[in-house]
Every structure is written in structure tokens, then in C-alpha cells.
């Protein structure tokens, strides 16, 4: 029995991390990549490299990242080729799986400079949460705010006032797997994308850590019942 119990542990501990499923993400609002045990939900991640894409890269870059790294997201090297294959580079070339990501020209709204989102997650407080309440939190300003020429209201960003426009609408990007792109989905699937792009290992570090924590238990388990086997053949 007790041998019964050591393997059913481990095989639930084992799995656990690893074998996540892609959840809905907006209702409630909720992120695989959340808590010691999340882990990246892939189609989401691939759904938001389509949002980043389509929508962010004409004015922020993720100089960290090379095409080839997309492979991780579950996409085939033959896609990856593919998507590499349709950017022109600064150079006039087109870019290859081994090309960073295409930088986009420098601009500066209202003296703003648009930053890299290769670690943006890491960088602000909420992570993952955060990028999410920023790209939905654009409206109108209220009573008494007069916004500064050149920007927008957001109520995510401290102080309400930011140079980035509202820049994602319905239907922004087509989703391949035909989910529906409203503006919240397209948030929450680029932010799970920088997620992503912030700690590419999360899922494996987070399914290694579980192991680690099962196993170190296992013997502790092993550890306190021999003692009081030791213990019971010496009295």
C-alpha cells in the first residue's frame, strides 16, 4: 500500500506543470503563466506573437529574440522560415530564422521613445496583469484631467497620461485558429506572449521546481519511516 502511495505521489507530481491546459483566458481573467505552477499557454503565446505582429512591432522592438526561438511556442521550423522569410530587414534583405527580430525606425511620441518589449513582463510591477490592464485601460479622461498634447488617458499607467494611442480594436489581427480577436482577447494574448518572450524556461523551470519539491519530499517521507523502523527493531 505504502509503495502504492509513493508512486501515485510522484506520478501526480511529476505531471503536475507539465501536462497544463490552455484555459479560457477572460473569464474571470486568468493566465496559465500565473502562480509556482503555471506554465505557458502556447496557443495564446502563438496568438499574441500574431497581435505583436501585426500591431506593436511598427513602433516597439524585442531585440532579444531571434526568429529561430519561435520553434519554442510550437511553431515548425518551416513555419518559423516562413514568418523570417516576409520580413525585409533594414539591409533590404529578407530576415532568416537566425535574424533577430526586425527592429522597428526610431520614433519618439512626445518625447517618448517606445520601449523593447523583450522583458517588459520582468520590468513592471503586475507582470504579465499589468500589460494586460495597460492595452485595456485606454478611455476618456475624467472630469478635471486635461491631457497633455500628443497623449492618451489610460488608467493602468501611473499618472493616467501616456503617448502610446489605443492601438488594439476588434478584430486587429485574424487568429489562425479561428478564435474570436476582440480587444481584450488580443490583450491577454500578447500579454501571455511577452510573458514568453521575459522567461522563455518558465514552464520548464516551474515543471523542474515541482519535481524537485515531490522528490525532496519522497524523502523525507523515505528518511522519518526508516528512522522509526530503526527505532522499533532497537526497542
Same mark, same amino acid.
Given at each position: $500500500? $505504502?509503495?502504492?502511495?509513493?508512486?501515485?505521489? *510522484? @506520478? /501526480?507530481?511529476?505531471?503536475?506543470?507539465?501536462?497544463? &491546459? !490552455?484555459?479560457?483566458?477572460? +473569464?474571470?481573467?486568468?493566465?496559465?503563466?500565473?502562480?509556482?505552477?503555471?506554465?505557458?499557454?502556447?496557443?495564446?503565446?502563438?496568438?499574441?506573437?500574431?497581435?505583436?505582429?501585426?500591431?506593436?512591432?511598427?513602433?516597439?522592438?524585442?531585440? !532579444?529574440?531571434?526568429?529561430?526561438?519561435?520553434?519554442?511556442?510550437?511553431?515548425?521550423?518551416?513555419?518559423?522560415?516562413?514568418? @523570417?522569410?516576409?520580413?525585409?530587414?533594414?539591409?533590404?534583405? =529578407? =530576415?532568416?530564422?537566425?535574424?533577430?527580430?526586425?527592429?522597428?525606425?526610431?520614433?519618439?511620441?512626445? /518625447? =517618448?521613445?517606445?520601449?523593447? *518589449?523583450?522583458?517588459?513582463?520582468?520590468?513592471?510591477?503586475?507582470?504579465? &496583469?499589468?500589460?494586460?490592464?495597460? %492595452?485595456?485601460?485606454?478611455?476618456?479622461?475624467?472630469?478635471?484631467?486635461? %491631457?497633455?498634447?500628443? &497623449?492618451?488617458?489610460?488608467?493602468?499607467?501611473?499618472?493616467?497620461?501616456?503617448? $502610446?494611442?489605443?492601438?488594439?480594436?476588434?478584430? +486587429?489581427? @485574424?487568429? +489562425?485558429?479561428?478564435?474570436? !480577436?476582440?480587444?481584450?482577447?488580443?490583450? @491577454?494574448?500578447?500579454?501571455?506572449?511577452?510573458?514568453?518572450?521575459?522567461?522563455?524556461?518558465?514552464?520548464?523551470?516551474?515543471?523542474?521546481?515541482?519535481?524537485?519539491?515531490?522528490?525532496? =519530499?519522497?524523502?523525507?517521507?523515505?528518511?522519518?519511516?526508516?528512522?522509526?523502523?530503526?527505532?522499533?527493531?532497537?526497542?
Amino acid at each position: $500500500m $505504502m509503495r502504492r502511495f509513493f508512486a501515485s505521489l *510522484l @506520478a /501526480g507530481g511529476l505531471l503536475a506543470g507539465v501536462g497544463a &491546459h !490552455a484555459q479560457d483566458t477572460l +473569464a474571470p481573467l486568468r493566465f496559465q503563466s500565473d502562480g509556482v505552477f503555471g506554465s505557458i499557454d502556447l496557443a495564446a503565446a502563438q496568438r499574441g506573437f500574431a497581435v505583436y505582429q501585426g500591431v506593436c512591432a511598427s513602433c516597439h522592438g524585442m531585440k !532579444a529574440l531571434h526568429y529561430r526561438d519561435l520553434e519554442a511556442l510550437g511553431l515548425t521550423p518551416e513555419q518559423v522560415a516562413g514568418i @523570417a522569410a516576409g520580413v525585409k530587414l533594414a539591409d533590404g534583405h =529578407a =530576415a532568416t530564422p537566425n535574424s533577430r527580430f526586425k527592429q522597428p525606425p526610431l520614433v519618439s511620441r512626445g /518625447g =517618448a521613445v517606445p520601449p523593447d *518589449l523583450s522583458s517588459i513582463v520582468a520590468q513592471r510591477s503586475g507582470g504579465t &496583469h499589468y500589460i494586460y490592464d495597460f %492595452l485595456t485601460g485606454f478611455g476618456p479622461a475624467p472630469a478635471g484631467v486635461t %491631457l497633455l498634447p500628443g &497623449h492618451s488617458y489610460n488608467g493602468a499607467f501611473p499618472g493616467g497620461q501616456v503617448a $502610446m494611442p489605443a492601438v488594439l480594436h476588434d478584430n +486587429a489581427v @485574424a487568429y +489562425a485558429d479561428g478564435t474570436k !480577436a476582440t480587444t481584450a482577447q488580443e490583450a @491577454a494574448d500578447v500579454a501571455e506572449f511577452l510573458t514568453w518572450s521575459a522567461d522563455p524556461n518558465l514552464s520548464t523551470r516551474h515543471a523542474v521546481g515541482v519535481r524537485a519539491v515531490i522528490f525532496f =519530499a519522497f524523502l523525507v517521507i523515505v528518511a522519518v519511516l526508516t528512522k522509526r523502523r530503526i527505532w522499533r527493531e532497537r526497542g
